[in-house]
């Protein structure tokens, strides 16, 4: 009869990612914390989604900035109720995380780009 020709050959697959250089770790670290204070949790999520097998720093970095971001999104939904319940006698309680964003997210990025380390006050750890 008829033989079957053999299954094409597979192709390779891919390689794994290599480390990325430490002033590239420190611009992304840089980038996802500034990224925190303009996108809230969305930038952080998606380097550390992305970038957290290419390096140590920049995993510490996106995971760091990550957990933060999701502190504050726990305070924006807390500050939210809080002014309902209110009936919006406490509106002011509202901008208080929006502050410690911008304010510990610059210094964050700040360290990040000194090549140092960073640890958020109050954060919650959800990554590591």
């Not at 140590?56 to 726990?74: G, S």
């Amino acid at each position: 009869m008829t033989a079957t020709p053999p299954p094409p050959p597979q192709n390779p697959g891919y390689a794994p990612t290599a480390e990325m250089s430490p002033a590239d770790q420190r611009l992304w670290a840089t980038l996802t914390h500034v990224g925190g204070i303009l996108f809230g949790w969305l930038a952080p999520l998606i380097t550390y989604l992305v970038l957290k097998d290419r390096g140590a720093f920049v995993r510490a970095h996106t995971a760091t900035a990550l957990n933060f971001q999701l502190t504050l999104l726990i305070a924006y939904v807390a500050a939210y109720v809080l002014t309902l319940v209110t009936f919006g006698i406490l509106f002011i309680v509202i901008f208080v995380p929006v502050v410690l964003a911008i304010i510990f997210g610059i210094m964050a990025a700040i360290a990040a780009n000194k090549g140092e380390f960073y640890t958020y006050p109050m954060s919650i750890k959800f990554v590591s």
